[in-house]
């Protein structure tokens, strides 16, 4: 089976930084998806990491260690339209289907 | 494009009847998916399909039927409706061998009272 961990909320000031941590168990590991939902809205791609390390797409990065069995989302320069959900995913072995961990919800402040 | 289309949007039933969720999508995309999310929850798989006439189940299958008749559309029945199935629906699609990528539809809210 797998599973993922998050962290359920999370609340900083806009233009700070905030990291959502993502742990993982799996039974074999082929990546981890993130995604963003904001509320009444439908869940959105963000970044995939496949390999370790820092990928990073404008304001949002993430980062992978198989190692670690851990991830983490990076948002940088923070927005009021930053506030959402954010949800870590992986596929399981045959790359069919996506096991989602529980969802961070991160509120900025002005 | 459209992407990926649901209909209806909400829906409220009563214990015991039945409906149908409709999802498209026009990205001839392989692989389709329904997930439910309960509040403040994350997304929970219900059956998926990896092409035409093909379906599986995922994590919450009970109470729920599903057929993928054309590659474009999936659906989602309710045989016996169930307060415990109140939530908001998603059905997903993804391209075969875009493991990491899922286009979602814009949800149906159901409630069942």
């Known amino acids: 089976g797998q599973s993922l961990e998050q962290p359920s909320e999370v609340t900083a000031v806009e233009g700070a930084i905030v990291q959502i941590n993502c742990t993982y168990q799996?039974?074999?590991?082929?990546?981890l998806s993130w995604y963003q939902q904001h509320d009444g809205g439908a869940p959105t791609f963000l970044s995939y990491n496949a390999l370790d390390g820092l990928e990073e797409t404008g304001r949002f990065s993430s980062f992978l260690s198989r190692s670690d069995s851990y991830g983490y989302l990076l948002l940088q320069e923070l927005q009021m339209k930053d506030s959402a959900s954010y949800f870590c995913a992986t596929p399981g072995a045959a790359g069919n289907k996506l096991t989602f961990g529980g969802g961070t919800r991160v509120l900025v402040k002005p | 494009n459209a992407g990926v289309t649901q209909t209806p949007k909400f829906r409220v039933l009563k214990t015991g009847q039945s409906m149908t969720l409709l999802c498209a999508q026009d990205?001839?995309?392989?692989?389709m998916y329904w997930y439910r999310q309960d509040p403040g929850m994350g997304l929970r798989l219900i059956h998926y399909?990896?092409?035409?006439?093909?379906?599986a189940k995922g994590e919450v299958p009970d109470g729920y039927n599903v057929s993928r008749l054309k590659k474009q559309n999936f659906l989602l029945g309710l045989e016996s409706a169930a307060p415990s199935q109140t939530s908001v629906y998603f059905c997903?699609?993804?391209?075969?061998?875009?493991?990491?990528?899922?286009?979602f539809g814009p949800g149906t809210r159901l409630l069942v009272l």
């Open positions: 799996t039974s074999g590991f082929y990546g």
């Open positions: 997903a699609s993804k391209r075969r061998g875009g493991e990491e990528t899922q286009y």
């Open positions: 399909s990896v092409g035409e006439g093909t379906t």
């Open positions: 990205m001839n995309h392989e692989y």
